[in-house]
């Protein structure tokens, strides 16, 4: 598997959530004010309107290699990749009704989990801008007293935070989050697990496994 894996698995789960829960995505886009953590102003949250999400050939259209590269600016060609990866390990299934891929979440959330960390592992680097991810996202930062000197950060020149510097998952994860704050609060969480201490992991696994809709085991 590759790290970029992990963000086509966590969009596709972001995109079954869209699909099965129309009102809760219509609240979203009335998502409050400060669920980002950048400047976009000129780039507002795109989201489709709600009534084609009730056209079963138009949701089929987003889990397309092409829908997805608009939304991660991963390549049509890496997503292919990634996608057949999965179905390899047992991370993706196809819908026998729809053939659209499926994602193995309580697979997904074991591998998060229990292996990320070393498969992937994350470590804080210098002080620069960007956008805060694990403790300091919004998913996390009230409920946690502290986390540390600094805040963790994704690199951007968007950002409004300052903290240490941590590599995303993927190299345009920063790009893919300020299209779905799903997406955002997922990759946070999945960062607070691979860098934090015993504390603010456990509280990321829980928050993660509500978000995946899974038990702890």
Known sequence: MKCQDIGVLLKLVSLHEQENSIDQYRERRNWPHDWGDWDDSNNPLNLPEMNLYRDRGYITTRYTARALEEETHISKSQINLSINRCYDVGLL???????IPRVNIRALFDFIVYG????????????TRGIATAFAAP?????????????LVWPDARGNTKGQAIQPLFKSATFAVRQDPK???????????????PREANLAIEILSKELGVEQR
Do not use: W
């Open 183 to 197: 997406m955002y609060a997922l990759l946070a969480l999945v960062d607070a697990i691979r860098v934090g201490h």
């Open 139 to 151: 998913v996390l930062r009230e409920k946690l007293m502290s986390a540390g000197e600094f805040s």
């Open 116 to 127: 990320l960390k070393y498969v992937f592992p994350a470590k804080p680097g210098e002080i």
């Open 93 to 99: 299934r196809r819908d026998r009704h729809s053939d």
